[in-house]
């Protein structure tokens, strides 16, 4: 691996298609694992891969791809993997702004948090409050949130601060097994566990106010951010293709069995993308539900206030996008796995309101952390195929975690900072202590000093709710 | 030792070891309900019989996991052991476990993966290895 230029780090080997290129500080590379750089090196290796295998600032070790990992593939020559986008297809953020003031939410911050983990199920094996048959889940499938706008859970405003206006199209319902149709059915307005979590948080630091400005966001008001996926429905989906895939087209030949995949325009490359996009609608009406039960509440407390949604990222998806590639505009497969899209002004995927100044990026701090909203650039199109970072990374492993720190410590360092933490259980927060991720001001100076994304607003957490 | 847990960033991995593949299983389906109960002991008040027939034994290691994450996620049932019998590249087994709902602060196992997984034979003994995404 060599330093190419600053936060710009290379690895080029024999039987690499492409570069490797790892976007990181000084301080960030050292936190790189082994297995990390095997990973990029291995994405590297399939076929059809376009300008190098990416790793974002806040990546680490994952499976088949890294956790951070960005690949765009030529559509002729080149491979859709569901091990490039992860189990949790369109896992993902969205972000709502309000003009209440902190300190009068602080009076009812106990109630309303309380008030939010009963309304939103969240943890292992709870059901939804929605019972969904499965004609109304197929069209939710093909729908996304239009179906939500129909059912009267979500505004056409919110429709058009959604990415991909909260349905990507060519999705197909048919395409979806019923095995994870029959996990996905009774999940959906459900948290999950493991690092999903739901925020409330207040403006605490504007860097650019013009942008600031575009995105609704103000100094010491309060916004919620919503961070899951799409629960047991994506997951399955991508181990229903993973081995349909390697059935089909083996894997003898791959460096990880992981890695499974199939040629973009074979037929079970399509089947895959339109199953891929059902998952994606399916998360993106999971995140406008849990939006909607945090109106329910919010309008008891505050009843002139509105809820408005200033946009929801994917941050596990593929892409097809078009760049320029030495002077010719040409369509590319962009996998990013814990990388979030980071298009600038005047790209025609984001909404109009943004047209502008680029679209909203966020990057969630790990539990009790800052978390930042950063704007795409035009610049980032040539540097990372439009994309940045998801998040802090993970550093520590959760058993190390878990023999190196304890809750009560964790818990007394939250009231310290004057933050509530709302859960079922102590059990799972030692995994998710900030301590077990990388310092995510780090990861947000990488990619503001590269411009793959740049600083808007930081936003610093009051109440925090998980599984 | 029937399995032991190692280091991984974002996941968890885990080696399972059998005196033979029957045993093997059963001690991977033992690992497994450790991990999603966090070590709480998990009661036996239900019981389930699956049948799976793969293309080789990581395949199949890969569809026995996916089963049991499978019934958590859809019947609130939380796996405490299995009686695992394989025969060629077809696994029967008996699974026992609890109602889920029963305990608090499960851990999610979203999916068996094949990153890094084996399994072999060696000498007088099974071993197998793998990492599943939580």
Known sequence: MIKKSENIYEI????MNVPGRIFASDLLIKEVEEKTLEQIENVAKLPGIVEASFAMPDAHMGYGFCVGGVAAFDIKRGIISPGGIGYDINCGVRLIRTDIDKEDFLKKRKEIAKEIKNKIPSGVGKKGNYNLDLKELDEILETGVNWAVKNGYATKKDLENCEDQGCIKGADSTKVSQKAKGRGRNQICTLGAGNHFLEIQFVDEIFDNVVAKVFGLKKDKICVLIHSGSRGLGHQTASDYIRAMEEKFGWKNLPDRELACAPIDSQLGKDYISAMRSAANFAFVNRQLMMFAFREIFKKYFPKNKLELVYDVAHNIAKFE??????????????????????????????????????PIFIPGSMGTSS???VGTKESEKISFSSTAHGAGRVLSRSRAKNSLSAEKIIKDLEKNNIYLQTDSFRGIVEEAPEAYKDVEEVVEVSHKLKLGKKVARLKPLAVIKG | MKYKFLEHTADIKFRAFGRNLDILFENIALAISEILSRGEKVEQSL???????????????????????????????????????????????????????????????????????????????????IVVDV
């Open chain 1, 12 to 15: 080029k080997k024999k039987g």
């Open chain 1, 322 to 359: 078009k760049y320029n590639i030495e002077g010719k505009k040409i369509e590319l497969c962009v996998h990013r796995k814990g990388a979030t899209r980071s298009f600038g002004p005047g790209r025609k995927e984001i909404p109009k309101c943004y047209q502008k100044s680029g679209q």
């Open chain 1, 372 to 374: 930042f909203v950063l």
């Open chain 2, 47 to 129: 019981k389930k019989e699956i049948n799976i027939k793969s293309e080789d034994y990581e395949s199949l290691l890969y569809d026995f996991i996916d089963e049991l994450v499978y019934f958590l996620d859809t019947e609130q049932f939380l796996v405490s052991k299995a009686k695992v019998k394989i025969k060629g590249n077809e696994l029967r087994a008996t699974l026992y476990g609890d109602d889920a709902l029963r305990y608090k602060g499960l851990e999610n196992i979203k999916a068996a993966t094949y990153s890094e997984m084996y399994i072999k034979n060696k000498d007088k003994f099974w071993e197998a290895q």
